[in-house]
């Protein structure tokens, strides 16, 4: 059965209690399932969560085909008995830093296809440096300043980042960047009046969270 995944409607919530389902290894690392968690596992090109399980460190999070999620472990538990609860702690430096990327990623991507007419084609956010890759022949810096000004005002501007939850017939009443990898039930992540996006990430509840975007190299 696939895990509750609360972090869906809440990013900011890092402190919960979850029972646990199951105990197993993901590629050979001991991992446990919660029936519930806020742990983002890695996808969409943002990298897992880390934190706190009880007394063990959760040195990465992964999901696998079934939807299930699993929070891997530095050591396994010591009692595996299903049902327990257990103590969860997102690492929040971590977590914010990864939901004021992906705003700015969907903030930034926007701007390149409202101002320079090119398409998103991936994105990889990290620890170190985050990339977008876009469908664009030729780059400037008199270009590149167009788009990042663009995207910044959006961020100054300081407006709400909202939540949807819509079925397959209703998501014509968006304008999608691209469609979604999912069919069903589909989260769509807007920015008013300048992106809206299918996407299961973490994201700041507001674009001035974001602070500020600069590109530095292409």
């Keep these: 059965m696939a895990s509750a995944r609360l972090y869906y409607d809440d ?26 968690t806020y742990f983002y596992p890695e996808s969409g090109g943002q990298e897992a969560d880390r934190g706190r399980l009880g007394d063990r460190a959760v040195i990465d999070v992964q999901a696998d085909d079934e939807g299930r999620v699993w929070h891997v472990l530095d050591q396994p538990l010591a009692d595996d008995a299903s049902g327990r609860a257990l103590a969860g702690e997102v690492d929040w430096t971590r977590r914010f830093d990864h939901m004021q990327q992906h705003t700015g990623q969907h903030i930034l991507s926007a701007a390149f296809e409202r101002v320079l007419d090119a398409p998103t084609l991936s994105s990889h956010l990290g620890e170190e440096r985050s990339s977008i890759e876009v469908g664009i022949v030729e780059a400037d810096w008199e270009s590149m300043a167009r788009v990042e000004d663009a995207a910044n005002r959006v961020v100054w501007s300081d407006v709400p980042v909202v939540r949807h939850w819509v079925s397959d017939s209703e998501l014509g009443r ?17 920015i008013p009046d300048w992106d809206q996006s299918a996407c ?8 001035g969270e974001v602070g500020v975007v600069k590109i530095v190299r292409w």
């Design 174 to 190: 968006f304008r999608l960047r691209k469609p979604p990898a999912v069919t069903g039930r589909v989260r769509i992540v807007e």
């Design 200 to 207: 299961g990430g973490t994201h700041t509840n507001r674009t």
């Design 11 to 36: 990013s900011y919530t890092t402190r919960f209690e979850g029972a646990l389902a199951s105990s197993g290894q993901q590629a050979g690392r001991p991992a446990v399932e919660l029936d519930s």
